[in-house]
């Protein structure tokens, strides 16, 4: 395992809960993060952008009351994630926020940026980028960031096409920093298999839809519960950039999800109102088979820390 900084050292559980857009808000990162795992939403959830401070106010302020009133269980740190791609005209607003409220991690996407990490690491706090390639990764620390998020195939979102084994194995020949991996992961074997391959934390979206504390819709949630792998396309049409999504939610929208057509990746927005078009449009991953029922987020965590002790002990029984 990486020598990790300070903020990412005292989690306690190894997962980190990945930030969902327009399904993230602060009553899930706040679950996430009294539950032992990173917790962590998109700035750009809070619309309009006055509303980030507000919630940045409420997240902090709830885990410091919760850390004082159970100190032998403090909570885990928490993230926001910056989309730094040009389109997002909020960047620098929502950025300074961060800064002003010294975040402890924060999540890059969509391109590496030094003054995004300056600004972070000015009050202590931590860099993640995620990337979807070896050559990616390399960026991302040549150009500061402490760590990386390995988005594997089959991850919900904008994932890569990289065989897990392949893109962890390629990084670690070089980087001894923190790492996540993302890719399919919904059981607590599957987490303690991340760690097997050489990442510090499982980096999980798609289980945490399926939460109490999610804002999406009660059918979203009742999809990714009916659904598995082979309900998931690949597809650049929603933003420009290749992600997963359910596909019964193309049908929805008038589309035959096996014929989708190409976007031109020119033409990606994420900073906008061109979302709208696309947000009964619901991403996931494919390692969704798992999720049998909506549950309160802290449920959940308790499930995969179960699956993760008794795989450790299956392992362990083995004489592996």
Not at 44 to 68: C, F, G, M
Not at 123 to 149: M, P, T
Request: charged share 20%.
């Amino acid at each position: 395992m990486s020598k990790l900084p300070p903020a990412l050292a005292r989690v306690t559980f190894p997962v980190i809960a990945s930030p969902l857009f327009i399904i993230s808000n602060p009553k899930s990162v706040i679950a996430q993060c009294t539950s032992g795992v990173i917790g962590s939403m998109p700035a750009l959830n809070a619309r309009p952008a006055s509303q980030l401070d507000e919630w940045l106010h409420e997240i902090t302020e709830a885990l410091a009351a919760h850390d004082k009133a159970h100190p032998d269980q403090p909570s885990a740190p928490f993230a926001i994630n910056q989309i730094v791609h040009k389109s997002n005209d909020r960047l620098e607003h929502d950025m300074a926020l961060c800064v002003k409220y010294r975040v402890p991690v924060i999540i890059t996407s969509l391109g590496a940026r030094e003054e995004i990490n300056q600004a972070a690491h000015s009050y202590g706090g931590v860099v993640l980028h995620d990337i979807i390639n070896n050559a990616f990764a390399h960026k991302a620390i040549e150009k500061g960031a402490d760590g990386l998020i390995a988005v594997a195939a089959g991850a919900g979102g904008h994932a890569g096409v990289k065989s897990p084994f392949a893109l962890i194995q390629e990084i670690r020949e070089w980087f001894d920093g923190p790492v996540a991996l993302s890719g399919a992961i919904a059981h607590g074997g599957a987490i303690l298999a991340a760690q097997a391959m050489g990442a510090d934390f499982a980096y999980i979206g798609s289980a945490f839809i399926a939460t109490e504390e999610a804002r999406a819709s009660e059918a979203y949630k009742q999809c990714v519960v009916d659904s598995n792998s082979d309900d998931i396309v690949y597809s650049n049409l929603f933003t420009g950039v290749h992600g997963n999504y359910l596909k019964p939610s193309i049908r929805n929208a008038g589309m035959d999800p096996d014929n989708l057509p190409e976007s031109d990746p020119s033409k990606m927005n994420f900073g906008g109102d061109s979302t709208k078009a696309w947000k009964d449009i619901w991403g996931c991953g494919q390692g969704i088979a798992p999720i049998k029922s909506v549950l309160p987020t802290a449920e959940l965590i308790a499930r995969f820390k179960r699956e993760y002790a008794e795989a450790r002990a299956r392992l362990l029984g083995s004489g592996a």
